[in-house]
């Protein structure tokens, strides 16, 4: 005969139990409540840095860097933003960066075609970095403490959009080309069909999370280059000479006329993101956690609770470009359509 204490106390075993069960079963079917979805966004900076004083001082400090990294092995020289997204909607956490294809290709634009500040938004061969490259170039500069980065806990709608924009942003079109075969200083590539600068990559993703704000606008460098230091292509095919620029003591500040008189840059500097987060472990935030990775500093922040809002598509149409070297990019991907 079963006693009511006997009943009772089998009842709660069976209650704990099932229990466990349901939270074991829960694990492994990924419960969104449980799963773990994270993007994290690496900073390296320069090595030496850049003076954005003017166009004759960023000129220079980026030939003093140069010079004094020529010998330096596993060297970025303009800095570098890289992203890892870990998530149960991936087989494994992927590490991915833009970066130019060809770093001859950048020289002989300066160097021999002389197109002066048009660099900084001229399109140029693209890819993206492997794993493997990366991993190596993060034990590099964790040594010479020159990372740092943000690890962002995102809800799955987020990770979801962050992968399917790695998708689009990497696949091929039917002319043959994916936007990650463009790589340049002007491209934003929310906007359809457009590559990237390696930072613009990455804040491009924080986006698709909506995870931007204003304090991550502090992040970004806003500059008007004057006219008559761009060339190439960009300005009748003129040939910038070096003491032209060496004469540009500060960049466009007048009423001109915008690919006129001036061409608007804007950068997310990585040596400003660096240097930023450095600041806020140092400051002490209760949203932010200091945390380590890589062998390198960081933050940890929770925004699972931000959400993107239902109409906002991942990519956009960029319609009429203001942009010079937008311009010239549509003109030319346009053609080369027409000629396939």
């Known amino acids: 005969m079963i006693t009511k204490s006997t009943f009772t106390r089998n009842l709660l075993i069976q209650l704990i139990l099932l229990i466990f069960v349901s939270n074991s079963l829960s694990s492994q079917t990924g419960n969104s409540s449980d799963t773990i979805h994270e993007i994290t966004i690496f900073a390296i900076p320069t090595l030496h840095p850049l003076n954005w004083e003017s166009p004759a001082s960023l000129y220079s400090s980026m030939k003093d860097c140069y010079i004094k990294t020529i010998f330096e092995s596993d060297n970025y020289l303009l800095g570098h933003v890289a992203v890892e997204i870990n998530s149960p909607l991936l087989t494994k956490p992927l590490l991915i960066a833009m970066r130019a294809a060809d770093a001859q290709e950048r020289i002989d634009l300066v160097l021999k075609q002389k197109i002066g500040f048009a660099i900084m938004g001229a399109t140029l061969k693209g890819r993206l970095e492997t794993e493997t490259e990366l991993i190596h170039k993060f034990n590099v500069y964790a040594k010479r403490k020159k990372m740092a980065f943000i690890t962002y806990r995102i809800n799955e709608k987020a990770a979801q959009r962050i992968i399917s924009f790695i998708e689009t942003y990497s696949k091929k079109t039917n002319n043959g080309t994916a936007p990650c075969d463009f790589y340049g200083g002007a491209f934003w590539p929310r906007y359809r069909n457009e590559g990237a600068g390696c930072s613009a990559f990455g804040m491009a993703l924080l986006s698709t999370a909506n995870l931007l704000n204003s304090e991550t606008e502090e992040w970004r460098i806003s500059v008007k280059i004057p006219m008559k230091i761009i060339g190439g292509e960009y300005n009748q095919n003129k040939k910038i000479k070096y003491s032209e620029i060496n004469k540009t003591k500060e960049w466009y500040t007048g009423e001109g006329v915008e690919n006129i008189d001036y061409v608007i840059n804007r950068v ?23 945390i380590e990775k890589y062998g390198a500093p960081g933050l940890w922040i929770d925004c699972r609770n931000i959400h993107v809002p239902e109409n906002e598509p991942i990519f956009k149409e960029r319609n009429e470009p203001s942009d010079l070297f937008i311009k010239h990019f549509q003109i030319k991907t346009n053609t080369a359509k027409l000629n396939n």
């Open 268 to 290: 997310y500097e990585p040596s400003v993101i660096f240097d930023w987060i450095l600041k806020k472990r140092e400051q002490g935030n209760s949203d932010m956690k200091p």
